[in-house]
């Protein structure tokens, strides 16, 4: 009756389609989360605050120093930390605006909002934490340089890196998350990751999922990178990497991460 109704025969679906339809999500805005990098207007009129991207977190001395200078300068002496572990110079007038962001660049920082750069955030690491097992540091920016070289983003993606399961840097609430563990390597180990995705906080919060079990860290930015460039090409208009995610099954992207030919 119901066929005839809508003049359209039933299509029957097996088990993993129903469990997929039960867990599908319809896609979520994208996010903003690192909107706060460049220059954006203050409640004051006339005045600026400037968001700073600061690579994992980590700043030379000379840096520092230059930026305390550029906030005496051009602001009021003021600067702020985000979670992102980046900076934020406020109270800055739209004439000053140009030569500060020269001077910032000058200091080898960025200004211009980067989809992967703006995102990722490391714990201290094995550098000065005797609970980690890796050099989360080191290793984030060597995948911000490799991602952003081979994985343009449309939309924000946060990679968060754990020493340890403290979880200082949070990687269970990340787009990916990282935490850090020893690989076994014949006779040695090497520094790796258990990843996680999916993860999130507020209105879309979600405990990740793990996808991988003890990555050697040289093995990882290809892994990465080929998971990226799946959401690139088979995600839906304006949905979310959490999203994109949530509606695949961890069996899926295993088979993703671990594909012998890289994505094109």
């Keep these: 009756?119901?066929?005839?109704?809508?003049?359209?025969?039933?299509?029957?679906?097996?088990?993993?389609?129903?469990?997929?339809?039960?867990s599908w999500n319809p896609p979520q805005p994208v996010a903003t989360e690192h909107a706060h990098i460049g220059s954006h207007p203050q409640k004051q009129e006339g005045l600026f605050y400037v968001g700073i991207g600061i690579p994992a977190g980590v700043l030379t001395p000379e840096q520092l120093n230059g930026l305390a200078?550029?906030?005496?300068?051009?602001?009021?002496?003021?600067?702020r930390l985000t979670v992102w572990q980046n900076l934020l110079i406020p109270n800055v007038t739209k004439e000053d605006l140009d030569s500060l962001t020269?001077?910032?660049?000058a200091l080898g920082l960025h200004v211009e909002?980067?989809?992967?750069?703006?995102?990722?955030?490391?714990?201290?690491?094995?550098?000065?934490?005797?609970?980690?097992?890796?050099?989360?540091?080191?290793?984030?920016?060597?995948?911000?340089?490799?991602?952003?070289?081979?994985?343009?983003?449309?939309?924000?993606?946060?990679?968060?890196?754990?020493?340890?399961?403290?979880s200082c840097a949070q990687h269970y609430i990340g787009d990916i998350g990282l935490l850090a563990t020893?690989?076994?390597?014949?006779?040695?180990?090497?520094?790796?990751?258990?990843v996680f995705v999916?993860?999130?906080?507020?209105?879309?919060?979600?405990?990740?999922r793990q996808i991988a079990k003890a990555v050697a860290f040289d093995d990882l930015p290809l892994m990465l990178?080929?998971?990226?460039?799946?959401?690139?090409?088979d995600s839906w208009p304006q949905e979310s990497?959490?999203?994109?995610?949530?509606?695949?099954?961890v069996e899926t992207m295993e088979d993703w991460i671990h594909a012998a030919t890289e994505m094109k």
């Design 182 to 194: 020893q690989v076994k390597s014949g006779d040695t180990t090497k520094e790796g990751y258990h």
């Design 102 to 105: 020269r001077e910032v660049v």
């Design 1 to 22: 009756a119901v066929e005839e109704d809508l003049n359209s025969p039933l299509i029957k679906l097996n088990a993993s389609e129903i469990t997929l339809l039960r």
């Design 113 to 166: 909002p980067s989809n992967i750069r703006s995102g990722v955030i490391a714990c201290t690491g094995n550098s000065y934490c005797k609970f980690a097992s890796a050099n989360t540091k080191g290793h984030a920016r060597e995948l911000m340089d490799y991602l952003e070289e081979r994985c343009p983003m449309e939309c924000p993606i946060n990679i968060h890196l754990t020493g340890c399961s403290h």
């Design 241 to 249: 990497f959490q999203s994109f995610t949530q509606r695949q099954s």
């Design 69 to 79: 200078d550029l906030s005496d300068r051009f602001g009021n002496g003021e600067l």
């Design 198 to 208: 999916g993860g999130g906080f507020g209105d879309k919060k979600e405990i990740g």
């Design 225 to 233: 990178e080929r998971l990226l460039k799946k959401f690139n090409s």
